[in-house]
């Protein structure tokens, strides 16, 4: 009887040990996970709207796809595109932008008052969503985002780019 206590402790032990190591594993992965994903970019958005006649050109980029759409208010018309992207082309596209530097770009007044055309950044990482208007008066940041538009206008079919 001794001999079987033993061999059940001993399995109890090794299960015991084993699940404290998995558990720490686990910890240092998250850890590490959690720590990338803070800075990491799932998504970007460019739009320009407005316009007299209510133009209108949206394009969102994730890490596996790009969706396009635009438009007409005035005489209702509407087009989309979308397609799938490699994770290549998705770092490509976003190697230009910065995530420290984010909280520094400025936004501009709205020109859709004066029937003006916005340009509007969403850039969303797992912790915060940046949101930025006619950014392009901030010389000192803009650069990255205008990058960002360049890479873009290379994927998309040519009714869907920045400069037709």
């Given amino acids: 009887m001794p001999t079987t206590t033993n061999i059940h402790l001993k399995i109890l032990f090794s299960i015991f040990l084993l699940s404290a190591f998995f558990s720490c594993e686990n910890k240092k ?3 590490t996970i959690s720590h990338k994903s803070s800075g990491e970019i799932t998504s970007v958005s460019v739009s320009h709207i407005g316009g007299i006649l209510g133009d209108y050109r949206i394009i969102k980029a994730t ?6 759409e635009k438009g007409t208010t ?3 018309t509407h087009k989309e595109w979308s397609s799938a992207i490699t994770p290549d082309t998705w770092k490509s596209l ?3 932008i910065h995530t420290e530097d984010l909280d520094d770009i400025k936004s501009s007044p709205s020109q859709q008052s004066v029937d003006g055309i916005d340009e509007t950044f969403q ?3 797992p912790k915060k969503s940046h949101i930025y208007v006619n950014s392009f008066a901030d010389t000192a940041h803009y650069r990255q985002l205008q990058m960002f538009k360049e890479q873009l206008d290379k994927i998309l079919p040519k009714e869907y780019k920045e400069y037709q």
């Fill in 123 to 125: 850039i969303r990482t």
């Fill in 94 to 96: 976003i190697s230009s």
């Fill in 63 to 68: 890490k596996d796809s790009v969706f396009a």
């Fill in 29 to 31: 992965e998250e850890k």
């Fill in 74 to 76: 005035a005489n209702q």
